[in-house]
């Protein structure tokens, strides 16, 4: 199985703030890596899909970069509402995979 | 607007049986792969199942294999997970997704999720 690694696991920011988060696969996955963003209580939303593409709706001040093994979700500009939980997946090869997720908290 | 409403968690003793259901609308059901994917309490996201567009074919994650079966029936907009033997390590909440594309020859991926059935398994 392909494992994800992200860093950092917990992250503090400030409203206003540029935060990154990166996301290492343990073996080469091309561009078919996903980002999404979970709040607490709720479901998982798609951000990101092969690796830079964002999802319908989603604004522009999420992007996503990356190939092979490393990969980084950068979030512009923070709000309130973008304080939640960031998970990477890999949908490479079966079985898809989750990184362990990056807890955006507010400082 | 694409709709999943999961239903039927509970609470169930260990070695017992459940079966979940996930009621979608909002796009054309039969041209989609569908997915599960759960989330133990406090933990992150697990991979479960897919299943093709037309049901002919399956995954397992191999933590549910020969335990768990996915069907669908796309005349009726709904998916179903056959949970047998249950264990307290299934005690999740479990969601249906909804993948961009039909199986192809890489993985699953999700662009559309439900809210969620909660599955706890305890005697």
């Known amino acids: 199985d392909i494992q994800m690694t992200q860093s950092p696991s917990s992250l503090s920011a400030s409203v206003g703030d540029r935060v990154t988060i990166t996301c290492r696969a343990s073996?080469?996955?091309?561009?078919?890596l996903a980002w999404f963003q979970q709040k607490p209580g709720k479901a998982p939303k798609s951000l990101i899909y092969a690796a830079s593409n964002l999802q319908r709706g989603v604004p522009s001040k999420f992007s996503g970069s990356g190939s092979g093994t490393d990969f980084t979700l950068t979030i512009s500009s923070l709000q309130p509402e973008d304080f939640a939980t960031y998970y990477c997946q890999q949908y490479n090869s079966y079985p898809p995979t989750f990184g362990q997720g990056t807890k955006l908290e507010i400082k | 607007e694409v709709q999943l409403v999961e239903s039927g968690g509970g609470l169930v003793q260990p070695g017992g049986s459940l079966r979940l259901s996930c009621a979608a609308s909002g796009f054309t059901f039969s041209n989609y792969a569908m997915s599960w994917v759960r989330q133990a309490p406090g933990e992150g996201l697990e991979w479960v199942s897919s299943?093709?567009?037309?049901?002919?074919?399956?995954h397992y994650a191999d933590s549910v294999k020969g335990r768990f079966t996915f069907s669908r029936d796309n005349s009726k907009n709904t998916l179903y997970l056959q949970m047998n033997s249950l264990r307290a390590e299934d005690t999740a909440v479990y969601y249906c997704a909804k993948e961009p594309y039909d199986f192809w020859s890489g993985s699953s991926t999700f662009d559309h999720w439900g809210q969620g059935t909660l599955v706890t398994v305890s005697s």
């Open positions: 299943i093709s567009s037309s049901g002919d074919s399956t």
């Open positions: 073996q080469g996955i091309s561009n078919y």
